[in-house]
């Protein structure tokens, strides 16, 4: 997936909306910037098939040598996939975060969560003010 098409949340996690039969899919990851600031990985606590998530709630925890970090949903709905190849090649991340670097994909049920998502232009800003 390409950075530009995305979406993304003031907590640097990125959306791809994908249709599935009527569905909207959210697959959801962590931006390179994110991935960046936190340097060496060392753990991901993986979210579970099933259970629901709210756009701006921790649904898991990403551990670096430097800090624990929660995870953020940027939408709301229920986890329909895990990643679970993940948290034994924390190292993709680095590699592909924006392929196979996802960490779930979820069945949005509230639609009004897309909307407190940022373009790509809007995220790089956010980014650069962060320095």
Request: glycine letters at 8%.
């Amino acid at each position: 997936m390409a950075a530009e098409e995305l979406l993304y949340a003031k907590t640097h996690e990125w959306v791809a909306i994908t249709e599935d039969g009527g569905d909207k899919i959210a697959t959801v990851g962590i931006s390179a910037f994110a991935i960046e600031q936190l340097t060496d990985l060392v753990y991901i606590e993986m979210p579970e098939p099933g259970k629901t998530v709210t756009a701006g709630e921790s649904f898991g925890e990403i551990e670096s040598v430097k800090a624990v970090s929660d995870l953020y949903s940027p939408v709301t709905g229920e986890i329909v996939e895990v990643n679970s190849a993940l948290a034994d090649s924390l190292e993709t991340f680095s590699s592909d975060p924006y392929g196979e670097g996802w960490v779930m994909k979820v069945k949005v049920t509230d639609e009004s969560s897309l909307a407190s998502l940022m373009n790509y232009a809007d995220y790089q800003k956010q980014c650069a003010e962060e320095g």
